[in-house]
């Protein structure tokens, strides 16, 4: 369980779910191309006006019906919980499905990703709002369609030496080409394990995992991404077996209103008063989501730690510093500090650290 204190209004800010709008990764990053080629037609995103309320789907019967672990369970483990972070950036192409596979084999117990809605309104696993961080191409998620999204080269841009730099040798770039066909994929994988996966994707090929999902996003546009993910949940069949959270405030509301039985971990506003105030967490909270520091101000203080505590809070623990802190090392320092789950880019070494 945790321990831990309200803190100042600069922390409160960077509090925040999973992942922060950037992402929790460093190191040089190539200045985008100006023009893309890929969609010179786009379609707007169909947010203009917010979203209307999403029916509840009935679950599809085609689902495999392989047991996962639900929240409750994996809160009521005595070990702190493996969650890889966008399914193991660190050691494989952030966001794609041979990464989470690779997760998955290391010993993860939970999938962190996020969403956001192409330019056709599907919903794809994808950080960035644009695609020029990991793939060879240029431009806006949303001005993309699901078919232009998912032809390009996904892990175009990994180097396990650094990621996500574009300045490396060549060769450092492992696992270019295979998505494209131009290089023959891992023993057991396929170049659609290399490609920009949809939601859906992801739960049906992992059946026995449970996840943590971050809305990405902000305004209508995140609205938008929490109406059609609260529909999928549901279609799916794993809102037990399901985390969200969000940036956006508004965004998580949406989503709490269309999914109300569906874990979630507070956003910006909630979390700040509950820092600052000393306010109690909206609804029925279980989990926070924060990094050890925010713009050099440490988090994960005593005083943290015991209010957290006190609040029968669980504390997940995502990087803010991936180059000093995925690592064994301090995957075991945050285990030992109280961490109830770690958003690790390393899942195989955080494997190591709960042994």
Same mark, same amino acid.
């Given at each position: ?58 679950? /599809? ?27 193991? /950036? ?14 998955? $084999? ?5 999938? $962190? ?103 990405? @996003? ?29 940036? %956006? ?70 990087? %803010? ?16 500090? @109280?961490? %109830? ?15």
């Amino acid at each position: 369980m945790a321990r831990r204190a309200a803190l100042t209004s600069v922390l409160a800010i960077g509090l925040l779910a999973a992942c922060t709008a950037t992402d929790s990764t460093t190191g040089p990053i190539a200045t985008p191309r100006p023009t893309s080629s890929i969609a010179s037609t786009p379609t707007p995103i169909p947010t203009a006006t917010p979203a209307p309320p999403v029916p509840t789907p009935t679950p /599809d019967p085609e689902l495999p019906a392989a047991q996962r672990p639900t929240i409750d369970e994996l809160l009521a483990l005595d070990v702190p919980l493996n969650i890889a972070h966008a399914g193991g /950036d660190q050691i494989a192409p952030h966001s794609t499905l041979y990464a989470m596979a690779v997760a998955v $084999e290391a010993g993860a117990n939970v999938l $962190e990703l996020d969403v956001r809605l192409t330019a056709d309104a599907q919903l794809v696993v994808h950080h960035d709002d644009t695609v020029d961080r990991t793939t060879g191409a240029t431009g806006r998620v949303d001005d993309l369609t699901l078919a232009e999204l998912q032809a390009l080269d996904n892990a175009h841009w990994f180097s396990p030496e650094c990621w996500p730099c574009q300045d490396r040798p060549i060769e450092e770039y492992i696992y270019r080409g295979i998505r494209t066909g131009e290089v023959a994929p891992p023993e057991g994988a396929t170049p659609d394990d290399f490609a920009v996966p949809t939601f859906r994707d992801v739960v049906e090929r992992f059946p026995t995992m449970a996840f943590d999902v971050e809305i990405k @996003g902000s305004g209508l546009a995140a609205v938008g991404t929490a109406s059609v993910l609260a529909g999928e949940i549901a279609a799916l069949g794993i809102g037990a077996s399901t985390v969200v959270v969000s940036f %956006d405030d508004a965004a998580l509301r949406t989503f709490e209103t269309l999914a109300p039985a569906v874990e979630t971990s507070p956003a910006r506003s909630e979390l700040t008063d509950w820092f600052l105030l000393q306010l109690p967490l909206d609804g029925d909270h279980r989990i926070i989501q924060v990094p050890p520091a925010f713009e050099g101000v440490p988090v994960l203080t005593e005083s943290f730690w015991e209010r957290a505590e006190a609040a029968g809070l669980d504390v997940w623990v995502w990087m %803010d510093d991936p180059r000093r802190q995925e690592n064994l090392e301090f995957y075991q320092e945050l285990i030992a500090q @109280g961490a %109830d789950g770690i958003i690790a880019g390393r899942p195989n070494e955080m494997a190591a650290a709960l042994l």
